[in-house]
């Protein structure tokens, strides 16, 4: 059975880019492997360092895991600090990192160019996913586009160390991606929690009306041709309809005398209509604090295990005696 492995960063409310380049093939995954799926609260301190916004942020992407279908039964999903043996793990990948290698990475890169500030966690962030993915001796990671670098690093790693310590511990993880792996935002950039350019999954009302009809176009006028290849309101409306339903828009946009004004209108209806059905569930989650902490937990036990058997091969590979 292959063991799946995922995170996600709780630097922010989840987006629909999250959603179709990672969540929906996680729950989509949960029948076909042992699933692990984790909620990064390490990693969001590269971007969030307020202890109360951290935790409601986890709060919120456990709720929205659980309402958006993972089964507790089928699936792990757990806090990764609840197993900071990654950290351990994390240190002793970064000392067969290379330097140059870490510099390449272009997530790093990104966050730079748009003024965040450049921690040391932030630049060996690499680092310690490829922790998150090894301890658990991962074969499969489902990811969106800008995660495929990282797993190329974990690999990369995973063989730096096998070559230094001659013994072959981790298997070799690979990506897999959704078709939605690149979603962009509504600044027409890759959608991200930390560039405030989102569309959230659980947006309702107004607030999601206004994020919307704020989606940035260029400035055909209605009656005009549109080219419907790089229109942010198209490639997401795509994300939600069948290709019947994208080949008309397509046709509406190519004839003129449809303005972006109407497929944002076409979009809202689009998001609204899926996403509606999971907010009752989400409200209804939201008034059982104790189910999801059980959840977190439960989950966590199990995964600790796992990484705990990992790094008694990982420490007596490496020249460590076993713990007290
Ligand atoms: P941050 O800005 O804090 O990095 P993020 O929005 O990039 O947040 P992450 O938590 O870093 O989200 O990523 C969680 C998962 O969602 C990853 O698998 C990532 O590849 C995927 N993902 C993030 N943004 C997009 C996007 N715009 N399109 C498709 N997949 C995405
Ligand atoms: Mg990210």
């Known amino acids: 059975l292959k063991r799946i492995l995922s995170g996600v960063q709780p630097s922010g409310k989840l987006h629909i ?65 609840d197993v900071p043996e990654v950290c351990e793990l994390a240190w002793i990948l970064g000392t067969v990192s290379n330097m140059s290698l870490m510099e390449k990475a272009h997530s790093y890169k990104d966050k730079i160019a748009k003024g965040i500030e450049a921690s040391i966690g932030l630049f060996t962030y690499p680092v310690l996913m490829a922790a998150d993915i090894l301890i658990y001796r991962s074969n499969l990671v489902p990811v ?49 929690k930390s560039y405030g350019n989102t569309i959230e999954i659980f947006a309702e009302g107004n607030p999601l009306k206004k994020t919307i009809m704020g989606i940035v176009t260029d400035s055909t006028p209605v009656e005009a041709p549109k080219n419907p290849e790089n229109d942010t309101i198209f490639t997401l409306f795509s994300l939600f309809a069948y290709e019947t339903e994208i080949a008309e828009l397509a046709n509406r946009y190519r004839a003129g005398g449809l303005g972006y004004g109407d497929s944002k209108k076409m979009l809202l209806e689009k998001v609204n209509g899926y996403f509606g059905p999971f907010r009752e569930k989400r409200k209804e989650l939201a008034s059982r604090p104790d189910y999801v902490e059980d959840v977190l937990r439960t989950s966590a036990r199990k995964a600790r295990a796992e990484a705990i058997a990992t790094m008694e091969q990982v420490r007596e590979a490496s020249g460590f005696l076993k713990q007290p």
Do not use: W
């Not at 670098?149 to 993880?173: C, S």
């Open 17 to 81: 880019g999250n959603y179709f380049g990672a969540i929906r093939q996680h729950i989509a995954l949960q029948n076909e492997g042992e699933c692990f799926y984790f909620i990064a609260d390490y990693h969001s301190m590269t971007t969030i360092q307020n202890a109360k916004t951290r935790l409601e942020h986890v709060r919120d992407v456990a709720l929205d895991y659980l309402a958006l279908g993972l089964d507790p039964s089928k699936a792990l999903l757990f806090r990764q600090s």
């Open 144 to 192: 969106g586009q800008d995660q495929v670098q990282h797993i190329e690093i974990t690999r990369d790693l995973a063989e730096k160390f096998h070559r230094a310590y001659g013994k072959e511990v981790f298997p070799l993880p690979e990506h897999r991606l959704d078709v939605g792996a690149k979603v962009p935002g509504v600044d027409g950039q890759k959608m991200s």
